[in-house]
């Protein structure tokens, strides 16, 4: 059982380059996340897909979009980089209301 | 939205001692409760949750209490091994977006 899986996980970007970040869950979840984690700040949502076709900004949405490619796939990206940018990257997937989300092992992207 | 305060570590203690680590928030209504614990190099795992007023979530030798009075929701164990050296995040559910808001994460440090 994979769970999510998140692809890559390193990436080094120069500023101004484009790339786009791989999410996949195989829980039939209907709801999935992407957030970002900097140090000391905890885990900030980026954006979230409440059920496929449909996306919505979270906190910090600025400098992404995202795709709700079908209902197990979820992509985040970064149009042109910015070294504010670097930070470890985390997709997450979540079922019916009041359970749990479960991670992916995190993308950790830095940008020069 | 969601808010979360968390007791700022690292927290050090030796193997054996009592654990305390405090969270409070601020939510629109009653949110489901988490604990998120987040190992070296690793995603973040579900600890324990708790989903209405005074019921008390529990794991691997880990409680909280969903304290709604107080809007706390503070994680305890009784006696702490070095496995248990890890960043803790407590987490409120979002109602409206479905999605956890994360505190600033606690840095367990246990010493043998």
């Known amino acids: 059982n994979a769970g999510v899986t998140q692809t890559p996980k390193f990436q080094v970007l120069k500023t101004g380059q484009s790339m786009t970040l791989q999410c996949a869950q195989d829980m039939n979840h209907n709801s999935m996340y992407w957030y970002r984690q900097d140090p000391g700040m905890g885990l900030r949502l980026i954006y979230y897909s409440a059920s496929e076709g449909t996306t919505d900004k979270g906190e910090v949405p600025n400098g992404y979009n995202v795709s709700r490619l079908n209902k197990r796939e979820f992509s985040l990206r970064l149009e042109s980089a910015a070294p504010s940018q670097t930070s470890v990257y985390f997709c997450?997937?979540?079922?019916?209301?009041?359970?749990?989300?479960?991670f992916g092992q995190g993308t950790r992207l830095t940008v020069v | 939205g969601n808010s979360v305060t968390q007791m700022e570590g690292p927290v050090t203690l030796s193997e054996e001692a009592f654990l305390t680590i405090n969270c409070t928030y601020t939510?629109?209504?009653?949110?489901?409760l988490f604990w998120y614990v987040q190992y070296p190099g690793e995603g973040l795992q579900l600890l324990l949750k708790?989903?209405?007023?005074?019921d008390k979530g529990s794991n691997k030798g880990f409680e909280a209490t969903y304290r709604k009075e107080t809007t706390s929701f503070h994680l305890e164990k009784g006696s702490v091994q070095v496995s248990d050296s890890a960043v803790y995040f407590c987490?409120?559910?979002?109602?409206?977006?479905?999605?956890?808001?994360f505190g600033s994460g606690t840095r367990l440090q246990v010493q043998p």
């Open positions: 939510a629109t209504g009653y949110p489901s």
């Open positions: 708790a989903t209405k007023a005074d």
């Open positions: 997450a997937s979540s079922g019916p209301m009041n359970t749990e989300a479960f």
């Open positions: 987490a409120p559910m979002d109602t409206g977006r479905r999605a956890l808001t």
